[in-house]
């Protein structure tokens, strides 16, 4: 949902530089940033809400600037630079080009980084053993640290390409997830399969709520995710199927990468859709886009914001049902992703990739992306026939 155009006429007006007496500088509002021209060439010099501190890096590095050599130290800290990050990434969340869930795990990472680094340590003086030493702070999985990573290093490049910073800092060769692949698969054969089995689904939807029962079905019948439940539209862009009667066809595109995804409903999960409808709270907390989502908690908040309720809620289901036996970290990697994941390994029998690919919202691989136009609805139903039979056999 795209953020309200504003209505005032007027531009704010740029803030006024307080200390002419010392020197004058100007507010460059698209960069945050007050600047000077020191012999041709414009400088930054700290962030607008703080021209004291501009004024005190002009002064310890005009005498260099003006000889022609750089300043040995660049002042922006981490701090400064983590939160003008996050400043741009909300306003990209308002403007509808990047999801809530994304900002959060972005802001996860930066507090992270500030935790370690400290927030007031500067861009320029972080070394490779800076870095190596976070990767140990965090205590990450694998996949969770290849993740925090790329996370981290998208605030750095953010900062140069705005230039908040001047180079980019050396991260060495221990920031990132050693050995990920391999990691990966002996975490797995350790955690056990990370699927449930029919008759484990069949006991969660039974013991489920309206509203729970009608995303775990989505989940199930087409692969829906926490994200793709909490954020499926009141609108329901459904249509009805000639074949099998009762079916219809959800066109739904991921919210996190907008890939066409169409999905087979299942008159199972039609009514229980029906039924978690006429579950919905009347009142919605005020937020951008709350008040269109299908599926609010019973406090009409979202599922998935900046807390995973649905995770959570999921996750005490499990336990209450018998499936997990505990809720500590690292007990089993079961969740509600588990059933995305259970779709498409039943899925995979059918043989038909593109097909499950096109449920699940995800690009077909290799030039067939690029050459493949439609699929035949057809065979999606096909698909979604098979998976419906194995969850519903004795």
């Given amino acids: 949902m795209t953020a309200a155009p504003r209505t005032s006429s007027a531009r704010a007006a740029p803030p006024r530089w307080p200390f002419d007496a010392v020197v004058h500088m100007t507010a460059d509002v698209a960069r945050n940033q007050w600047v000077k021209r020191i012999r041709g060439r414009l400088r930054s010099f700290g962030v607008l809400g703080r021209p004291d501190a501009a004024r005190d890096r002009y002064l310890a590095e005009v005498g260099a600037l003006l000889t022609g050599a750089e300043p040995a130290d660049d002042s922006v800290s981490v701090g400064e630079l983590c939160g003008l990050f996050l400043d741009a990434k909300a306003k990209a969340v308002a403007a509808g080009h990047l999801t809530v869930g994304a900002l959060r795990n972005l802001e996860a990472s930066t507090v992270q980084m500030c935790r370690f680094l400290g927030l007031g340590r500067t861009v320029a003086s972080l070394r490779p053993a800076d870095f190596e030493g976070l990767v140990r702070s965090t205590g990450y999985g694998p996949t969770r ?87 499926l539209p009141l609108s329901l862009p459904v249509s009805d199927l000639a074949e099998p009667a009762g079916w219809r066809v959800l066109n739904y595109p991921r919210p996190k990468t907008e890939v066409e995804r169409l999905v087979p409903i299942w008159p199972e ?61 690292g007990a089993m990697a079961l969740g509600f992703y588990t059933l995305r994941r259970t779709f498409r390994t039943v899925a995979d029998q059918v043989g038909d990739q593109h097909a499950a690919a096109r449920i699940m919202g995800h690009t077909l691989p290799g030039m067939a992306g690029v050459y493949v136009q439609s699929i035949e609805v057809e065979r999606l139903v096909r698909v979604a026939a098979h998976v419906r039979a194995w969850l519903m056999a004795d």
């Avoid at 299908?294 to 309720?309: E, K």
């Fill in 145 to 231: 640290l290849g993740n925090f990573c790329v996370w981290a290093r998208m605030v750095f490049t953010w900062g140069l390409d705005q230039e908040q910073i001047d180079a980019l800092p050396r991260y060495g060769r221990a920031f990132r997830a050693p050995g990920a692949a391999r990691a990966r698969r002996r975490r797995r054969a350790a955690a056990g399969a990370n699927f449930l089995e029919a008759v484990e689904v069949r006991r969660l939807i039974g013991s489920a709520g309206p509203v729970l029962r009608a995303m775990i079905l989505l989940g199930i019948n087409g692969g829906l995710g926490n994200t793709d439940a909490s954020d």
């Fill in 269 to 329: 999960t039609w009514a229980a859709i029906v039924d978690a409808l006429a579950a919905r709270p009347e009142q919605a907390v005020a937020g951008p886009g709350i008040l269109e989502r299908a599926f609010l908690t019973p406090r009409g908040l979202p599922w998935v914001a900046r807390a995973n309720r649905l995770t959570l809620v999921f996750r005490r289901e499990l336990i209450r049902v018998g499936i997990r036996q505990t809720d500590k970290p």
